[in-house]
């Protein structure tokens, strides 16, 4: 577990567990987020827990369960870790923030990532302004590799570096 003092209390990242499965999947298909991540099925969820390269963590504010994250590139030589998926279900609390902080911090400081990096969608203001604030940089565009709903959309790409990183007191 790593936990973060933040002024509305702790926020921690722990491993996701088999009770936990119903919780990510209904997060992920909520009205509010499904447009914004990818779907999967509890045992495509499940079956990532025993990779060695997948971090699947649930966030947690004094110990209740406010959503989940995945990262992945954990064995990668390249020491490129990725944010694959990030869903806040209290949104607007500061959560998502303390939840890169601590992406940042298992990344860099415990995992010794030299570049984390997520891809967002184009329309995901939300997002994007949190990354940004949070020191990611736009790297560049896929442009309408995403399709959902009968609609393509663009995927930015955005990434902080090693020496990037500050660490957060
Ligand atoms: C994106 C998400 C993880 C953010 O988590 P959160 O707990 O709601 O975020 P926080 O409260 O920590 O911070 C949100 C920030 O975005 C800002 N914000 C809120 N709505 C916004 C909007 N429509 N456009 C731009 N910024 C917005 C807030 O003001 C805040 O910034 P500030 O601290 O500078 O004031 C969460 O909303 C979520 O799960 N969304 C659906 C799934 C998703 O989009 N996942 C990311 C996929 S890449």
Known sequence: MISLETPGGVVSIRPTT????IYVCSAENAEENRRYVSQQTPNEHQTMFANPDIRHLIVEHQGNKVG???MAGFTKS???IELRRLVVVKKGKGFGRAALKLAKL???EQSGAHRLW????DYNSRA???YRSEGFVQEGVLRECDYFEGKYNS???MSILEHEYQRAD
């Not at 088999?18 to 499965?21: A, G, T, Y």
């Not at 997520?118 to 969608?121: A, F």
């Open 128 to 130: 994007q302004h949190l």
């Open 68 to 70: 989940y994250m995945i």
């Open 106 to 108: 298992l990344a860099f």
């Open 118 to 121: 997520l891809d967002v969608v």
């Open 18 to 21: 088999q009770d936990d499965l």
């Open 78 to 80: 390249s020491r490129s």
């Open 155 to 157: 995927l930015v790409i």
